[in-house]
């Protein structure tokens, strides 16, 4: 394994604090995605950027900020406005915009708020 | 609206009979449909893809336009196949995945 991580693996978090988590690619891909990882929801994607500095809402942005200044990085902030964020986070990079490009997956980060 | 729908939470058969998970979606253009699997203590990955029309570790689907479903077949499972199962719809520039299907194979 290789190529995109997240960091940390745990995190806690007691209620009212932000907290962000990190995602890095050394792959040269251009796309980068958050998603949340609920049992029986699936994924569901929080936001996404297709260039550096540019990133779109997905469908649940709501409580999340995130921030593309860098091709490599793409760190996701859980906000105190999240009302449910304990949760499995992935992250994904794919080379190209088009949704033909195969979607590479992190290892996640597993968010639980104290 | 676009959606994928797997209908299966849980799906267990024996070894050596056949697999079939299924997966339906709604979508007004041309459809662009994946399956992605994540077998235990790995990460997500892609599995297969429609437009590329293979067979991956004995796995095929093929796109019903007219049922507007994807199915991911295989003829004979085997134990390592035990894993979880995302159906997955290209939408303009995401993906929509579906709630995912666990597949748990037994011997």
Known sequence: DGGITQSPKYLFRKEGQNVTLSCEQNLNHDAMYWYRQDPGQGLRLIYYSQIVNDFQKGDIAEGYSVSREKKESFPLTVTSAQKNPTAFYLCASSPGRGVYNEQFFGPGTRLTVL | ?107
């Open chain 2, 1 to 107: 609206a676009q959606r994928v729908t797997q209908p299966e939470k849980l799906l267990s058969v024996f070894k050596g009979a056949p697999v079939e998970l299924k997966c339906n979606y709604s979508y007004s253009g041309s459809p662009e449909l994946f399956w992605y699997v994540q077998y235990s203590r790995q990460r997500l990955q892609l599995l297969l893809r429609h437009i590329s029309r293979e067979s991956i570790k004995g796995f095929t689907a093929d796109l019903n336009k007219g049922e507007t479903s994807f199915h991911l077949k295989k003829p004979f499972a085997q134990e390592e196949d035990s894993a979880m199962y995302y159906c997955a719809l290209g939408s303009a520039s995401k993906i929509i995945f579906g709630s995912g299907t666990r597949l748990s194979i037994r011997p």
